[in-house]
């Protein structure tokens, strides 16, 4: 069984930061796409940043610049730094990663339950 688990969410003020961490555990043999959401009350799920197996990066255009996807393979940890928080940054934010389970060499899509951040004005 693959569990995807999301921390380092929190109360900060306008213009902090904060690092989230995803970490998968369980039979894994790969990780490939790494994906961070976030979901603010009564808005839909959006994707802010995204990073391939081999270490490509995207960004939605609105945290361009302030935020950064990076991952640690050995440590099958995937953190999204957030600089320069704004109060539209506030949600609860989600990982979702395409694994390879380590038994039969399945793909599957995981989602975590989430970290909430809430920023200040």
């Known amino acids: 069984q693959v569990q995807l688990v999301e921390s380092g969410g929190g109360l900060v003020q306008a213009g902090g930061s904060l690092r989230l961490s995803c970490v998968a555990s369980?039979?894994?043999?790969?990780?490939?796409?790494v994906d961070w959401y976030r979901q603010a009350p009564g808005k839909r799920r959006e994707s802010v940043a995204s990073i391939t197996g081999g270490g490509s990066t995207n960004y939605a255009d609105s945290v361009k610049g302030r935020f950064t996807i990076s991952r640690d393979n050995a440590k099958n940890t995937v953190f999204l730094l957030m600089n320069n928080l704004k109060p539209e940054d506030t949600a609860r934010y989600f990982c979702?990663?395409?694994?390879?389970?380590?038994?039969?060499?399945?793909?599957?899509?995981?989602w975590g339950q989430g970290t909430q951040v809430t920023v200040s004005s």
């Open positions: 369980g039979s894994i043999f790969s990780i490939n796409d």
């Open positions: 979702n990663a395409v694994i390879v389970t380590g038994d039969l060499h399945l793909s599957y899509s995981y």
